[in-house]
C-alpha cells in the first residue's frame, strides 16, 4: 500500500507564502506523478496543480496559475508546492495524490490518483 504524507501547512497572512511537501512510500518515487488539491467545508475537492513523473510538465488552476509552482524532486524523493501571494480564498485543507498510470490528459483529474495524504491545513487571514 502506497503511504502519502504531506506537510508545510498553516496560517499566513493575505500576501505570504507558504511551502507544502509531500512523500510517499510503498512505490518508487520516480514512478509516482503527484497532484495537489484543496478542499473545504462543504464543498468539493478541487484541483490546485500536478506535475509528472520527472517534474517537466505541470499543469495549474486557473486560480492559482501564476502564484502557485509545483514541482517534483526525484532525487530528494519529495514533490513541493510553493505558494506565494496567498489570499482568503486560498483557505482549504490541502491534499497531495499519488499515482503511477495517470496520462496528460486525465492529470486535472481526481481520479487519476489512488494514493493520498491526510492533507495540511491552509488558512489565509488577517
Known amino acids: 500500500q502506497v503511504q502519502v504524507e504531506e506537510s508545510g501547512g498553516g496560517l499566513v497572512q493575505p500576501g505570504g507564502s507558504l511551502t507544502l511537501s509531500c512523500a510517499a512510500s510503498?512505490?518508487?518515487?520516480?514512478?509516482?506523478?503527484i497532484a495537489w488539491f484543496r478542499q473545504v467545508v462543504g464543498k468539493e475537492r478541487e484541483f490546485v496543480a500536478a506535475?509528472?513523473?520527472?517534474?517537466?510538465?505541470?499543469a495549474y488552476a486557473d486560480s492559482v496559475k501564476g502564484r502557485f509552482t509545483a514541482s517534483k524532486d526525484n532525487a530528494r524523493n519529495t514533490a513541493v508546492l510553493q505558494m506565494n501571494n496567498l489570499q482568503p480564498e486560498d483557505t482549504a485543507v490541502y491534499f497531495c495524490?499519488?499515482?503511477?498510470?495517470?496520462?496528460?490528459?486525465?492529470?486535472?483529474?481526481?481520479?487519476?490518483?489512488?494514493?493520498w495524504g491526510q492533507g495540511t491545513q491552509v488558512t489565509v487571514s488577517a
Open positions: 495524490g499519488a499515482g503511477d498510470t495517470v496520462i496528460i490528459s486525465t492529470m486535472r483529474r481526481e481520479s487519476a490518483y489512488h494514493y
Open positions: 506535475v509528472r513523473l520527472s517534474g517537466g510538465h505541470t
Open positions: 510503498g512505490r518508487a518515487w520516480q514512478r509516482l506523478h
